[in-house]
């Protein structure tokens, strides 16, 4: 190209900008790059070092009541707030006697729960109890509330879309006009109708969430038990089950998938990477997990982020079981969720 040709296409450029346009050819590998290119980076929180002490702490400092909830947001260094780029990752500790306020927004929300007892949860006015390695659901736009009746504290993780949702500027929340919702249903109604391989006969065909708001650790740590001695190990995961919604078999939220796997001890993953932005959270056991460059070496409760498309592998130097969640569910609706083993081409 001449210097002339050269001087007017800067020139048109600048003109075209004036008036708030952009040539595509100028972007095309910006805007279609060839895959995706993670917008965060791997990372890991130490939950004996820097996470429970920092909770204990707040508990002196704030009352459930007044914070409405005492959580500690884990934020990415790579972004400007929350894990990945479409979920938030918050621990919450509530203590003897309080009462986390009865509110309800259009983020859903999951629970896993890390240490203590004597907690629950309330969701539409039906409580649940709280144990160590249980999952709970808080689907979008239920009221739900927490407390705690005996001694001791109680801390659990807390995953959202709420960067997700806030993106497509969809965010919608209220506080009840009373610490807390009325009840409902029983304690634990919705295990009883959903959870045990049986249904209402006129349950519904499909729910965009699970009508189970508690999954059990026991039950859950038992199905991998059993799986484990089937000896069926998958080179990636090990043996990795997703929490279903029994009326369609669906992830439990429409936009979150969450999972529980078992890595034996020894065991030593293929590379894997996929479209999905996962935070992992660990059960139980010991191991490292090497995510792009980076090498981490993990213990129970720590907590770790795998971008989207960035490899990642696990060895497990004593059986460890992670619990994930992720922004899968929402890739596999709209057709871009894709995964990759080791140098095996990329599959949809």
Known sequence: MTAEGSDRRAAYYARVAQKHMTPLWTIMSEAVPDEPRPRFAPAFWDYDADIRPSLIEAADLISAEEAQRRVLVLNNPSLPRGATHTLFCALQLIKQGEVAPAHRHTQS???FVVEGSGAYTAVNGEKTAMSPGDFIVTPAWCWHDH??????????????DIP?????????GEDYEAPRYPEQRQPDDSAARFGAGLLPVDAPKSSLHSPVFSYPYARAREALEKLRRGGDWDTVHGIKLKYANPLNGDYALPTIASFLQLLPQGFRSLPYRSTEGAVFVVAEGSGRV??????????????????????????????????????RAVLEKVGLWREQRGNDPAQH
């Not at 949702?165 to 919608?172: D, E, I, M, P, R």
């Open 109 to 111: 929300a999951l629970r």
């Open 164 to 172: 997700f949702v806030n993106h497509l500027g969809a965010t919608f």
């Open 290 to 327: 090497k995510i792009g460059d980076q090498l981490f070496s993990f213990k129970k409760n720590d907590i770790f982020v795998a971008p989207n498309w960035t490899w990642y592998s696990f060895e497990a130097s004593e059986d460890a079981v992670l619990f994930s969640y992720s922004d």
């Open 147 to 160: 407390g705690k009746e005996s001694d001791g504290t109680m801390i659990w993780l807390d995953g959202l």
